[in-house]
């Protein structure tokens, strides 16, 4: 299994700003048609947030578009989240993710985290108001 180490969580005020990072170690982008960002609310189920397909295309959930990014540095091994005007609807373990089992666009990756096969531990984010 890849590993995925994750970094960048905390806890910010209404309207703050966070960068979470997802380190991938070894691997390079060019080894996966998927990676991404999901999260998880304690009781819910896991949802997609943002995710990156091979043609580097991009999805977000409707709840973040215009305030969430999703990059990637190929030199750097590293999956960014950049994470502005945020809410505390946003509160909820991050988890970095990725798959090599099948080619699909972001968008269905977004809707299928469960085709992801490496998954990070997870940082947690908390927005006050």
């Known amino acids: 299994q890849v590993p995925l180490v994750e970094s960048g969580g905390g806890s910010v005020q209404a309207g703050g700003s966070l960068r979470l990072s997802c380190e991938v170690s070894e691997f390079t982008s060019s080894n996966f048609y998927s990676m991404g960002w999901f999260r998880q609310e304690s009781q819910k189920e896991r949802e997609g947030v943002a995710t990156l397909d091979s043609d580097d295309d991009a999805a977000y959930v409707d709840s973040v578009k215009g305030r969430f990014t999703v990059s990637l540095d190929n030199a750097k091994n590293t999956l960014y989240l950049q994470m502005n005007n945020l809410k505390p609807e946003d509160t909820a373990m991050y988890y970095c993710?990725?798959?090599?089992?099948?080619?699909?666009?972001?968008?269905?990756?977004?809707?299928?985290?469960?085709?992801?096969?490496?998954w990070g531990q997870g940082t947690l984010v908390t927005v006050s108001s």
């Open positions: 993710a990725a798959q090599r089992r099948a080619r699909m666009t972001a968008s269905q990756a977004l809707k299928t985290p469960i085709f992801m096969d490496a």
